[in-house]
């Protein structure tokens, strides 16, 4: 399971910024098409997270979707499953403009008391 070695850097990442101080919550976006499994990688935060700035917080995923652009007919649109067919023109010539992302979309610290 690779989610393993991407929380790992994601922990190592909330450290450094968190430069000290608590993490409250980490925000993830995790595209549909990007590989990961988010209840392997949300089940792999809290097995690592002991012992880091992170012990006490959250994980809140958003899952992006599949969007895809004809470069034919010019559009975009979200596609539910792998088939990148345009569905306004039918063409196979289209791009992938988001779904293979996986990235830390912020965190919050908690606040010194």
Not at 45 to 56: A, G, I, L, P, Y
């Amino acid at each position: 399971m690779h989610e393993y070695s991407i929380v790992q850097s994601m922990l190592d990442l909330c450290e450094k910024h968190a430069k000290g101080k608590q993490v409250d919550k980490v925000v993830v976006k995790i595209g549909k098409m990007s590989g990961i499994e988010p209840h392997f990688l949300k089940e792999s935060f809290n097995v690592f997270k002991e012992e880091t700035t992170c012990q006490d917080a959250t994980m809140e995923m958003h899952l992006i979707d599949i969007t895809i652009v004809c470069k034919d007919c010019g559009k975009e649109d979200i596609v539910d499953s792998f088939n990148f067919f345009c569905p306004h023109c039918k063409g196979g010539n289209t791009e992938v403009l988001t779904g293979q992302e996986m990235h830390i979309d912020y965190i919050e610290l908690k606040e010194e008391k």
